[in-house]
């Protein structure tokens, strides 16, 4: 069974650009999160999608928005990239949503913002 | 407010040593404490979970047992490897009433390195 993939692998960018992020989960699950992985601030959740529905949003700015298609796989958008954009985006899926699921990872999109 | 507390490293062991990395959380509600692993230049991988008061989760020789009373979730093992080389990350899946928020909070992160 194929588990979460990201793409792409890696981005630079430059800074006042925008960029999008992709998400395809694991077969079956039907909800997708977001998460960004900066040097030393460590792992923050930005959001969670259901069945196409925003269900929660991290402390983060407008800027970052995203949105989870029919098929369940999701895009991550940042508008005006600042340099503390840059950090490893990580994905991660669960079946449903429910409170004692796992979440499963993919390898993550590592940005770059110059 | 929600947070994790690990215990800091880097933590440097010798092969076959005994490893315990600590974890206690703040949360409200009662939440799933999981585990992860982070190997270099990858994500994030489940290592084990618990999701009741006094659960003991389990895989590849690690174990934790869910605290409630003492609200922790220590990861131990008793023999390390090489290949354990790797950053662990102790987590909480907090919810209302049953109903999960969605949001993983992590602690920062436990640099462990093996030696031969």
């Known amino acids: 069974e194929a588990g979460v993939t990201q793409s792409p692998t890696h981005l630079i960018k430059t800074r006042g650009q925008q960029v999008t992020l992709r998400c395809s989960p694991i077969s079956g699950h039907t909800s997708v999160y977001w998460y960004q992985q900066a040097l030393g601030l460590g792992l923050q959740f930005l959001l969670w999608y259901d069945e196409g529905e925003e269900r929660n949003r991290g402390n983060f700015p407008p800027r970052f928005s995203g949105r989870q298609f029919p098929n369940y796989s999701s895009e991550l958008n940042v508008n005006a990239l600042e340099l503390e954009d840059s950090a490893l985006y990580l994905c991660a899926s669960s079946f449903q949503g429910l409170a004692q699921e796992t979440q499963y990872f993919g390898p993550g999109t590592r940005l770059l913002v110059l | 407010g929600d947070s994790v507390t690990q215990m800091e490293g880097p933590v440097t062991l010798s092969e076959e040593a005994f490893l315990t990395i600590n974890c206690t959380y703040t949360?409200?509600?009662?939440?799933?404490l999981f585990w992860y692993v982070q190997y270099p230049g990858e994500g994030l991988q489940l290592l084990l979970k618990a999701t009741k008061a006094d659960d003991k989760g389990s895989n590849k020789g690690f174990e934790a047992t869910y605290r409630k009373e003492t609200t922790s979730f220590h990861l131990e093992k008793g023999s390390v490897q090489v290949s354990d080389s790797a950053v662990y990350f102790c987590s909480f899946l907090a919810n209302a009433g049953g109903t999960s928020y969605g949001k993983l909070t992590f602690g920062q992160g436990t640099i462990l390195t093996v030696h031969p």
């Open positions: 949360a409200t509600g009662y939440p799933s």
